[in-house]
């Protein structure tokens, strides 16, 4: 029995849709995309081809958003290659398509690669803002296998799309490590809740055999390539009302791993694919001040650069020294915005309120650390006065857009379904008010905006 697992393209231009968006095959956007790297594609782009088309991720990403430049592979499914290797220790065949990370870019091409595969059922991950994309894909999918849908958007949103969408034989809320086996064991059709995997070492390490497992890439903080994306840790102890992941994928759960299977991991990864850098995707990199002290040591003696997602509030100064003793040459630290009030609204439970100090400490102390900051807009009760301050706190600090060693990202907030977010503006505003799920791109203007306004 196979079971493929995929995550298609996601390409808009303005309101059209998967199904009749013939501006997906012109012959000159094909040749845009095919040179990318090239003069062409600049010379292209200025004619105007391709004006108007968004560009996006999904699978592997915790907060989904869309761009006007073509995206590379970027988010390493993390649970998509876990499930896959837990399946395939149970004797079933697997794979993975990444379309994304395939720069796949016709909707068609993806499906015929995905027919060829001859799977028993196909796993198609979902999101939020593509859910049109995702449920087009299903319906084409099932014309010639048995298909299943997964993700965060189920966790809310499953039993309305079971009795909507009967040709989606299987769904598969929140993670999906375990609740894929089950599924193919069982073969019953319907609803599978989800059982987040609380020992992430006890179960097989994510499935990398497939085409475009060592192109991820985290251009934020650039390091050699091949990168290795990897877990240190699977969720977050913190309740943000805002975050998707812990609240829709792991249901709250934190899974630590230790510091010598992580270390395993690594070197197994690095003798079969050659990865030269690493990076610790995780919600939470710097949870445990002694657990993290020993990976440290274990990744001096591995001896490769490596950058990683953490939170300021959670370690103490002399920790991040040795992050970047032991080999660290980037971090990434989700901030939000610097106004303590706004955090409080969140739920962000800040341990140390001074972690602006701690900002200015590493900036201060490690100028050759690349720093990468992850802030947020329309947050809730966040004024347009808030979001300037902000910005003031980050120029005053060096941090900008195109300085690879002090950088930041904007993001705009949005209540996916699953999340207190979400559930609170459904109590106060009525749960059709939400239903909009075109709004909820977090690399444009989200529902957020209208509503603080």
Same mark, same amino acid.
């Given at each position: 029995m196979k079971i493929l697992f995929v995550n298609p393209p996601v390409i808009r231009y303005k309101n059209t849709s998967p199904e009749n968006d013939q501006r997906l095959n012109s012959f000159l956007l094909k040749t845009k995309l095919r040179y990318r790297d090239h003069v062409l594609y600049n010379l292209l782009d200025i004619l105007g081809v391709g004006k108007g088309m968004r560009y996006g991720v999904r699978a592997g990403s915790r907060w989904p958003w869309t761009q006007d430049n073509p995206i590379k592979a970027l988010h390493y499914p993390f649970i998509m290659g876990y499930a896959a290797s837990y399946l395939k220790e149970s004797g079933y065949d697997v794979n993975i398509i990444d379309a994304i990370?395939?720069?796949?870019?016709?909707?068609?091409?993806?499906?015929?690669k995905v027919e060829k595969e001859r799977a028993d059922i196909v796993v198609v991950e979902c999101s939020t803002p593509t859910i049109d994309i995702d449920l087009w894909m299903t319906k084409r999918i099932s014309g010639f296998t048995h298909v299943a849908l997964a993700g965060p958007h189920l966790t809310r949103k499953s039993e309305e799309i079971q009795s909507k969408y009967p040709h989606i034989k299987y769904l598969l809320k929140g993670e999906y490590i375990?609740?894929?086996?089950?599924?193919?064991?069982?073969?019953?059709?319907?609803?599978?809740?989800?059982?987040?995997?609380?020992?992430?070492?006890?179960?097989?390490?994510?499935?990398?055999?497939?085409?475009?497992?060592?192109?991820?890439?985290?251009?934020?903080?650039?390091?050699?390539?091949?990168?290795?994306?990897?877990?240190? @840790?699977?969720?977050?102890?913190?309740?943000? @009302?805002?975050?998707?992941?812990?609240?829709?994928?792991?249901?709250?759960?934190?899974?630590?791993?230790?510091?010598?299977?992580?270390?395993?991991?690594?070197?197994?990864?690095?003798?079969?694919? =050659?990865?030269?850098?690493?990076?610790?995707?995780?919600?939470?990199?710097?949870? =445990?001040?002694?657990?993290? @002290?020993?990976?440290?040591?274990?990744?001096?003696?591995?001896?490769?650069?490596?950058?990683?997602?953490?939170?300021?509030?959670?370690?103490?100064?002399?920790?991040?020294?040795?992050?970047?003793?032991?080999?660290?040459?980037?971090?990434?630290?989700?901030?939000?915005?610097?106004?303590?009030?706004?955090?409080?609204?969140?739920?962000?439970?800040?341990?140390?309120?001074?972690?602006?100090?701690?900002?200015?400490?590493?900036?201060?102390?490690?100028?050759?650390?690349?720093?990468?900051?992850?802030?947020?807009?329309?947050?809730?009760?966040?004024?347009?006065?808030?979001?300037?301050?902000?910005?003031?706190?980050?120029?005053?600090?060096?941090?900008?857009?195109?300085?690879?060693?002090? @950088?930041?990202?904007?993001?705009?907030?949005?209540?996916?379904?699953?999340?207190?977010?979400?559930n609170d503006l459904a109590e106060e505003m009525g749960e059709e008010f939400l239903a909009d799920y075109s709004h909820y791109d977090g690399g444009q203007d989200t529902i957020m905006k209208a509503m603080n306004k």
């Open positions: 990370a395939e720069e796949e870019y016709s909707y068609d091409n993806f499906i015929g375990k609740s894929t086996l089950n599924m193919v064991r069982m073969k019953k059709n319907g609803i599978y809740e989800s059982e987040a995997v609380t020992d992430l070492d006890s179960i097989p390490f994510p499935f990398r055999d497939y085409k475009s497992a060592i192109n991820y890439y985290d251009p934020t903080m650039p390091t050699a390539r091949p990168q290795l994306q990897i877990y240190g @840790s699977k969720g977050c102890p913190f309740k943000c @009302s805002f975050c998707m992941w812990p609240q829709t994928m792991y249901e709250g759960r934190v899974s630590l791993r230790r510091p010598e299977k992580v270390a395993q991991e690594i070197r197994e990864c690095v003798e079969r694919y =050659g990865f030269k850098s690493i990076f610790f995707d995780d919600d939470t990199f710097n949870l =445990g001040t002694q657990r993290i @002290s020993k990976l440290c040591e274990e990744l001096a003696v591995i001896g490769l650069p490596w950058t990683m997602m953490g939170r300021l509030d959670c370690s103490p100064d002399w920790l991040y020294d040795k992050m970047v003793d032991c080999g660290c040459v980037g971090m990434r630290f989700g901030i939000e915005t610097f106004n303590l009030k706004v955090l409080e609204n969140v739920n962000k439970g800040i341990e140390r309120k001074d972690f602006l100090k701690t900002l200015e400490y590493i900036t201060n102390k490690h100028p050759q650390l690349m720093i990468h900051l992850t802030m947020m807009k329309d947050l809730p009760q966040q004024t347009e006065e808030m979001y300037r301050r902000d910005m003031e706190i980050l120029k005053k600090l060096g941090y900008n857009t195109h300085n690879v060693y002090r @950088s930041y990202q904007l993001s705009s907030c949005s209540p996916f379904p699953g999340t207190q977010l979400y």
